[in-house]
């Protein structure tokens, strides 16, 4: 069964730009959640997305927003980028998103560069 | 809301010693206890978790954890690390009632040889 799959894997751009990240979820997993992970930070929770529905989200400005599609797939789009916005993005999928029964199984990750 | 302190930001360690990565929590309820690993440039592999009953974890690659829930604690330990071992290691927490995870800061091991 083929893993969590993030595109692009690296990717820069500029100072008010913005950016759209995607990411594969496992066959068959429904939950996907989505990390932000920075040296000063840490690895910062964002947002969660259940059967195309936002179900928990992180304490991250309005600038940082998902969606998912009917087949699982998720996107998260950063508007008006800003260098802090420099970090590892990571997206997590398991089934239901059931921290009691299901394991997340993490994407390698898009490393954003802003400029 | 929970939150996790690791405190230790690096452990230097030969190879085949024993090793033990800290980690505290603070939570107003009932959570759950992770440690995941990174090794570069990928992502977070789960190496156990502690859900509930007891409170000895093992998990893959010869780790286990145990939880302490007097000292509100969840030290992970592996008796002979390898080279293989060197990477970060995240201790994260969630509550009962909600998805939002939290993670540690992250422990780097480097097992010399």
């Known amino acids: 069964k083929a893993g969590v799959t993030q595109t692009p894997r690296y990717l820069i751009k500029t100072r008010g730009q913005q950016v759209t990240l995607s990411c594969s979820p496992i066959s068959g997993h429904r939950s996907v959640s989505w990390y932000q992970q920075t040296p000063g930070q840490g690895l910062q929770f964002l947002f969660e997305?259940?059967?195309?529905?936002?179900?928990n989200k992180g304490n991250f400005p309005g600038r940082f927003s998902g969606r998912q599609f009917s087949n699982s797939r998720s996107e998260m789009n950063v508007s008006t980028l800003e260098l802090g916005d420099s970090a590892l993005y990571l997206c997590a999928s398991s089934l239901e998103g059931r921290r009691l029964t299901d394991t997340q199984y993490f994407g390698p990750g898009t490393r954003l560069t802003v400029l | 809301a929970q939150s996790v302190t690791q405190l230790d930001s690096q452990v230097p360690v030969f190879e085949e010693a024993p090793v033990e990565l800290r980690c505290n929590y603070s939570s107003s309820v009932s959570v759950y206890l992770f440690w995941y690993v990174q090794y570069p440039n990928q992502g977070l592999q789960l190496l156990l978790k502690?859900?509930?009953?007891?409170?000895l974890v093992k998990g893959i690659n010869g780790f286990e954890a145990e939880f302490n829930k007097s000292q509100t604690s969840f030290h992970l330990r592996k008796p002979s690390v390898h080279i293989s071992d060197t990477a970060e290691y995240f201790c994260?927490?969630?509550?009962?009632?909600?998805?939002?995870?939290?993670f540690g800061a992250g422990t780097r091991l480097t097992v010399k040889p």
């Open positions: 994260a927490v969630s509550s009962y009632n909600n998805n939002d995870m939290r």
């Open positions: 997305y259940f059967s195309e529905t936002q179900r």
């Open positions: 502690y859900l509930s009953g007891s409170t």
